[in-house]
């Protein structure tokens, strides 16, 4: 198989990369993708960092072994807490979602709101990233521990999901954001119970289409764009294959087949046996 032909690889920690695999299918629709939920050990946002260098290690370790042509972190704890610590560790390039989705924040707004799992907050990555693309913008931080649990379970709409939002929201809006970034993945499924909460003056960031587009550039730079008819998306999770079928079928319109693997008996990739 050449370079060009072959996949994308995609991971989360489970649901919530769809919405970053749905603006693949939208701007990108000719890759082929393999999607990588660790639904066994979700959710990231309260896991320790060496927890998590160590899970993106095994992921990407896994996918290097699918001669996946690229690897793009629809995880913004995993992008916070491990991107750079691996950095350099493997062959295959890695795309983060935080730059990108700081780029297009501070180009919009100077009061930035930031809604990401408690691990993601407290790493401060996003306010680091702003404030080295614009030194002027403020940013605030808010770590949100009940949505992720909140999304996989599918209580979107229930009434306490409302209470939950309207709790994490309220500190931001009491310093008049003008902009308001979705720090993880999962919160995009949010979008219709967040947008009723904020003023419709606040421009919302959704760091799935940045990285997306930032895709897009490193495939055109690197030579790697697919230019036939893309395969079906391989849809694998460390957990119970029927549980995120299930749950990933009102995201995706459709039931996916999905696969159940096993990360704890990986041989070691070959850039980390070097």
């Known amino acids: 198989m050449t370079i060009n032909h072959r996949p994308i690889g ?3 920690s489970g649901v919530g990369g769809l919405t970053v695999l749905s603006e693949l299918y939208r701007q990108l629709p000719q890759e082929s993708i393999i ?19 160590q899970f993106v290690r095994e992921i990407i370790t896994w996918m290097e072994n699918q001669q996946v042509k690229m690897v793009v972190m629809a ?14 560790e493997f062959s295959v390039p890695i795309l983060g979602l935080i730059l990108p989705a700081a780029r297009a924040a501070v180009s919009v707004g100077k009061r930035i709101g930031v809604i990401a799992t408690p691990a993601t907050a407290a790493s401060q990555a996003y306010r680091q990233a ?15 521990p ?8 599918n209580r979107i709409n229930d009434p306490y999901t409302y209470e939950v ?25 949010l979008d219709s119970v967040i947008r009723q909460l904020l003023p419709k003056t606040v421009q919302i960031i959704n760091p799935a289409v940045h990285v997306v587009q930032s895709t897009a550039q ?3 730079l ?16 460390s957990g119970l294959a029927q549980q995120f079928r299930s749950r990933s079928v009102c995201w995706l319109g459709h039931t996916p087949q999905v696969e159940q693997v096993d990360l704890s008996y990986l041989p070691m990739s070959n850039s980390l046996a070097s």
């Open 10 to 12: 995609v991971f989360d």
């Open 35 to 53: 999607y990588f939920g660790d639904t066994a050990r979700l959710p990231y946002g309260t896991r320790s960092p060496e927890e998590i260098i």
């Open 75 to 88: 995880c913004n704890t995993s992008n916070a807490l491990a991107l750079e610590a691996i950095n350099g």
């Open 130 to 144: 702003m404030i080295e693309v614009d030194p002027t913008v403020q940013v605030w931080q808010v770590g949100c």
């Open 146 to 153: 009940e949505f992720v649990p909140l999304i996989e379970q």
């Open 165 to 189: 939002a309207r709790s994490y929201l309220q500190p931001l809006l009491q310093q008049k954001i003008d902009t308001l970034v979705y720090g993880c993945t999962h919160y995009p499924l």
């Open 218 to 220: 490193e495939l055109d």
């Open 222 to 237: 690197l030579g790697l764009r697919h230019t036939c008819a893309p395969k079906p998306t391989y849809f694998c999770v």
